[in-house]
């Protein structure tokens, strides 16, 4: 919506509703004139006719005011449509009113009862349109269509109607002796309609909350009017009779033009229920009873009209119930389903979170377990015989935990393969039981595609006394030890605050990497550091390389190493992001150094993830494109990316090889296929792990493992490195095995990228003192 939509008056101008007003004052002047003096009507016949084609215009131009009120964007669109409609049926009245009250001046007109007859009619007829138009007020208000309101409606109306005859039978006034019977059936019916009226009316000021709504009101005060007026005219003429009728109508006509007209300020909608909707069928049905009961006490042919209209409104009140039945089947069904499991008939997560958040009420004693269990190994069957094998193992598996949770124990599948239960009561040993039997339940084994499949589970437990936490927080703490039994491997875990703070801090330390990274404003060089650790050739003790290393210095808890947050980086799909950062912060390194005269090898860590994402290569073009020298720099990969996908892995190391880029396998001898992959790597340089060089002076069969592994590297031509050397007993050991190069705490700790170019400028200031420069 606009802002000057926002801004526009609710209500119609008054200036626009006063013409209207005015044209309507001016009609029922003509048509009290007409009604109320008999000698008038007879010495001037065109009076009847001038007074009922007022009427007519008066209420047509209603009808298009209305109608453009109906245009207004303020949610009542609708409301006002019908509305409008009321003073069109008033005016289509009033012109076959004045068209038959002029036939009749010139002696060719039907008989008056024929008129007062077409009169009623219309009258009827506005009534309904009247409730129609308050019934989708509320509706508009309170949010709720109720299929049944018509019924309700015809149902209240015939009732109502059955109880005035049965009134007049018994009391026969007087002032309706003179009526025919057909007019005085249709005025009690409009009497029936505009009383039904008046009670939707009612509804929408009780459901919807606008007993504050002045309209309400003035419509409330108006409704009587078309039934008290004809009323008054009594055993009079049935002329009288006609314009008193359509007199009271447009007094009506005139009370919504001047709803139209008045400012009204929208209230928030208040939803029904069932019971709100079937109040008026239910008092019709009482009504239409009582009706039957006193019909039996009178003449039956003097009351078969009475008897028969109330039994119609009964018919038409069990008709409803029967609508009630149904929706109320409809809603059990839907409340059913809408808390079950389609696959496996079990309550779903929304039926759980209820009966826990009904249990952890404080009010009795007792405590809560929760225990929450995930399947291990569950993706591999989906990835290796496909979805529909793998909804066939939950059935199992949703059987299976069935049998094992004692009864009053609630066991719902949550989604995926993650099944919790619920056991009100239990004591910690007993709970702990039944868990050790979820995990035996949870090892179902079956077959699939003929081949026997076995897959285990990870149960967390939680527990706490009735009312001390919430059952959101109940959930959690079972779904935390769950998945640190499933990092322990898979059995049973119990919830540990330790444990629980560990993760928790875990959680907001991922947090803060993810919006370092990824948030707009934010550059990963606010807290991302690259610190560089040498490697020294052993015959010569000089600094031939350094290898890039990523540090993080948070705001809070300081310099954080690469054990503190690389797993994060997996985890949250950041690799990609903080290994751009690393390599635009070691070229601008390389370039710096080589400008200051010092043409060191550096080397960069690329994992697994890394070396197949598509955006790699193109960004070492750009770096090359910038100035980095691809014969210096070394990327260093473990053999285990070769695991997930040899083929993109092996095709993306040949493209950086080919761009002049060398490989260097890291941590050699750790991984699981070492020297299956050793022979397709085309690498250029093979680092020893750390867990070797350490251990290699102490055991001699690590020390016969290094020295085999660097005979292996120089007979495939490639440099080999030792990591890890922080003695000079190791250095000694490493450089008589072979080695060309070695890294560790005893040549330096990796540090600022200052650090690393004043060591090179130091040897560098040695070397030229030793050759007397």
Known sequence: MRDDDARAPRALPRRSAAPVALLALLALAATAWAAADGGARAAHPAL????????????????????????????????????????????????????????????????????????????????????????????VSTRTADPGDWLNGLGAALAVTAAADLALRVADPAWVR???????????????????????????????????????????????????????????????????????????????????????????????????????????????VVVLVGATRQDPAATRWATALAAAAFACGAARVVHLVRDLDHLARTRHEALTDDLTGLPNRRAFSRRLEDACRPGRGGGLTVLLLDLDRFKEVNDRFGHAAGDELLQSVATALGAAVPAGGLLARLGGDEFAVLLDG?????????????????????????????????????????????????????????????????GVRAYDDDADRLARDRGQLAEDLQHLLTAPGRSPGEELEVHYQPQVDLCTGAVTGAEALLRWRHPERGLLPPAAFLDLLEERGLVARATE?????????????????????????????????????????????????????????????????????????????????????????????????????????????????????????????????????????????????????????????????????????????????????????????????
């Open 48 to 139: 009847p006719v001038l007074a009922a084609a007022l009427r007519a215009l008066a209420a047509g131009a209603a009808a298009v005011l209305l109608r453009t009120r109906s245009r207004r964007d303020d949610g009542e669109q609708d409301v006002w449509r019908r509305f409008a409609a009321v003073p069109a049926v008033v005016a289509l009245t009033a012109l076959a009113d004045a068209g038959t009250a002029a036939a009749r001046a010139s002696g060719h007109g039907p008989s008056p009862d024929v008129l007062a007859v077409v009169a009623s009619l219309g009258a009827l007829t506005a009534a309904a349109v009247l409730y129609q138009a308050f019934i989708v007020w509320n509706r």
């Open 178 to 288: 003179g009526w025919h019977p057909a007019v005085l059936q249709l005025w009690v019916l409009q009497g029936a309609a505009l009383l039904v009226a008046l009670g939707a009316l009612g509804t929408v000021a009780g459901l919807a909350g606008l007993a504050r709504d002045r309209r309400l009101w003035a419509l409330a005060a108006a409704l009587p009017v078309p039934l008290v007026l004809p009323a008054a005219a009594g055993d009079g003429p049935h002329g009288a009779l006609r314009e008193a009728t359509g007199a009271g109508w447009l007094l009506v006509v005139l009370v919504l033009v001047a709803c139209a007209a008045s400012p009204h300020h929208p209230v928030r909608a208040r939803p029904a229920g069932n019971a709100a909707l079937t109040v008026g069928s239910f008092v019709g049905q009482v009504v239409a």
């Open 426 to 490: 239990a004591g910690e040993e007993e709970a702990h039981g039944v868990a050790r039997r979820l995990v035996r339940a949870g090892e179902v084994a079956g077959r699939l595609e003929g081949r026997p499949l076995r897959v285990g589970a990870s149960v967390g437990a939680a527990s706490a006394r009735r009312g001390d936490v919430p059952g959101g927080e109940l959930l959690r703490r079972a779904d935390t030890a769950m998945y640190a039994a499933k990092a322990a491997g898979g």
């Open 581 to 773: 950062f690393v390599l635009r912060e070691t070229a601008d390194s390389a370039r710096r150094w080589r400008r200051a005269g010092h043409d060191v090898r550096l080397s960069v860590n690329l994992s697994a993830s890394c070396l197949v994402h598509p955006e790699l290569v193109a960004l070492l073009d750009e770096l090359v494109a910038a100035g980095l020298d691809p014969a210096r720099t070394v990327l260093e990969v473990t053999e285990t990316v070769l695991m997930s996908d040899p083929g993109a892995a092996l095709a993306t190391c040949e493209a950086l090889t080919t761009r002049g880029f060398s490989l260097s396998i890291d941590d050699y001898g750790t991984g699981y296929s070492s020297l299956s992959y050793l022979g397709d790597l085309p690498a250029r340089e093979l680092k020893i792990d750390r867990s070797f060089t350490a251990r290699a002076a102490a055991d001699p069969r690590v020390r016969a493992i290094v020295a085999g592994t660097v005979a292996l590297g120089h007979q495939l031509g490639m440099r080999v490195v030792a990591e890890g050397v922080e003695d000079e007993a190791t250095l000694d050991l490493v450089r008589r095995l072979g080695c060309d190069e070695s890294q560790g705490y005893l040549h330096g700790r990796p540090g600022p990228a200052g650090e690393l170019l004043a060591r090179l400028r130091a040897e560098r200031a040695v070397r030229r003192e030793r050759a007397g420069v």
